[in-house]
């Protein structure tokens, strides 16, 4: 891993970086996801498509759902977060209304156009502060303590290796409607594009998938995990890891049909006062189809 100093840190995941930053790996140990009710839909009349979205830790059985971010309320703990879409004209569609159900929101989007939609849950940045105490131990502190003065949070006196990290999550998930067209992105935090197409995976096929950070491509080999739903089913996760090479590129060969999240993580060193590290993670549904 590159020193701290460097323009651009890779991060393998969102474990890691925990670890890493002498962290409690609960802070956010379960995976984020959103998920349609279909991925691939054909007909004359628009088409109704939800997406159910949760935070838990076992895929895709929801735990913690989320608020709309220009609804929240302060009495409401959810997290805050905005649905938007990419629609195959590359036009995007802003604060898509949803609902919070506790333990996961659900959205209700209606498709006009033929082609690719991209759906994305961007969810509220998080400001956290990371250090060592004087004997030794890690710990950290949430809150913009660094420049909004009424979110400050008191550091134990004499505490040293202190960071202050800008996390940033987006969930991601692709819809066709009346066959697929070229994919917009978002070119905002991190995202994961095909050499093919997101709705056209296979089992027994694979896939070649390339990181992009703000839309540069990752130039820096990259950990990512790649696991399948239904894992409160089986007593094995079955994560599948792999490694991007220096350009971003990482391939997949499908092994069974059904949903998966890919999940990974990356770091740059911030150029945003107060802030030395901005965090992102990706999280990315999609469905592979059978033989």
């Known amino acids: 891993m590159k020193n701290l100093t460097s323009q651009r840190i890779k991060v393998t995941s969102v474990a890691a970086l925990l670890l890493i930053q002498g962290l409690s790996q609960t802070a956010w140990a379960h995976a984020r996801w959103i998920v349609p009710s279909h991925t691939s839909l054909t007909g004359e009349k628009s088409h109704t498509v939800t997406v159910d979205m949760s935070i838990s830790n076992d895929l895709f059985s929801p735990t913690h759902g989320f608020m709309m971010r220009s609804n929240k309320d302060s009495k409401v703990r959810a997290t805050p977060a905005e649905l938007v879409m990419l629609t195959p004209d590359n036009k995007a569609t802003k604060d898509i209304p949803f609902t919070n159900f506790d333990i996961k929101s659900v959205g209700k989007i209606k498709l006009t156009q033929s082609g690719t939609h991209h759906i994305r849950l961007q969810q509220s940045a998080v400001y956290y502060t990371t250090y060592t105490k004087p004997d030794g131990s890690k710990g950290r502190a949430f809150g913009k303590s660094y420049f909004v003065p009424n979110e400050a949070v008191e550091l134990p006196k004499d505490a040293t290796q202190i960071k202050h990290v800008k ?32 709705n056209d995976l296979f089992e027994g096929e694979t896939t070649k998938f390339q990181l992009y950070v703000n839309g540069e491509a990752i130039t820096s080999s990259t950990s990512i995990d790649v696991v399948r739903g239904g894992t409160r089913e089986r007593n094995d996760r079955n994560i599948k890891s792999f490694t991007s090479d220096d350009s971003g590129w990482f391939e997949v060969t499908w092994k069974h049909p059904g949903m998966y999240l890919i999940e990974t993580e990356y770091s740059e060193q911030s150029t945003q006062k107060g802030i030395d590290l901005n965090t992102y993670s990706m999280f990315s549904t999609f469905e592979v189809n059978p033989a």
């Open 167 to 198: 996390y940033m999550p987006t969930l991601d998930t692709y819809v066709s409607r009346n066959g697929m067209t070229t994919t917009a992105y978002f070119n905002q935090g991190l995202e994961i594009k095909t050499a093919s197409h997101p």
